[in-house]
T-cell receptor
């Protein structure tokens, strides 16, 4: 069966420090991958999605970037964190299929920038 | 543009009451999918249901039921005889086709449901 791993679960980082959040998927190949952010009162905002290795689409201009160095690995990064980067970050995957299925989410990373 | 609106920010009910969570969507696609997810306090999103735009039949799963009305662009979720364990944030979502086999998921802002004992 497929599983998605996301870490760390919680992170407290000072303003101006770098960020690296990692997400891996097991039990499937060639998945669509997504990074979402959940800020208070704003629901789930799609940040990036990827359809393949090295292929990243950005949805919202921001201080963050994403990379997909391997088929089932998706990384969210920042060179210098801002206070506004605080939030709950969720990685998700969906199968590449002609019929739309649901997305499957990781357990999330709660980031607090201080 | 694709959009999902969940106008109810927070709802509080007493245990055993029925509660309906509203979801209204906008899309230019003729074929699309709608979803409901539950987010318990742990934070992980739990998938509840998927519905495609050609299937307007209501669906019931235990205490949960969904009412899809294409004419009003709504996909509402009802919990019958609510329980404390139903307390969570509930998200409605709409998929948007990006390329063949790839979709984006557009979420509403969520409705926080509090079920009081």
């Amino acid at each position: 069966s497929q599983t998605i791993h996301q870490w760390p679960a919680t992170l407290v980082q000072p303003v101006g420090s770098p960020l690296s959040l990692e997400c891996t998927v097991e039990g499937t190949s060639n998945p669509n991958l997504y990074w979402y952010r959940q800020a208070a009162g704003r629901g789930l905002q799609l940040l990036f999605y990827s359809v393949g290795i090295g292929q990243i689409s950005s949805e919202v201009p921001q201080n963050l970037s994403a990379s997909r160095p391997q088929d089932r690995q998706f990384i969210l990064s920042s060179k210098k964190l801002l206070l506004s980067d605080s939030g709950f970050y969720l990685c998700a995957w969906s199968p590449r299929a002609s019929m739309n299925t649901e997305a499957f989410f990781g357990q999330g990373t709660r980031l607090t920038v201080v | 543009a694709q959009k999902v609106t969940q106008a109810q920010t927070e709802i509080s009910v007493v245990e055993k009451e029925d509660v309906t969570l509203d979801c209204v969507y906008e899309t230019r696609d003729t074929t699309y999918y709608l979803f409901w997810y539950k987010q318990p306090p742990s934070g992980e999103l739990v998938f509840l249901i998927r519905r495609n735009s050609f299937d307007e039949q209501n669906e019931i799963s235990g205490r949960y039921s969904w009412n899809f009305q294409k004419s009003t662009s709504s996909f509402n979720f009802t919990i019958t005889a609510s329980q404390v364990v139903d307390s969570a944030v509930y998200f409605c979502a709409l998929s948007e086709s990006v390329t063949s086999g790839t979709y984006k998921y557009i979420f509403g802002t969520g409705t926080r449901l509090k079920v009081l004992a």
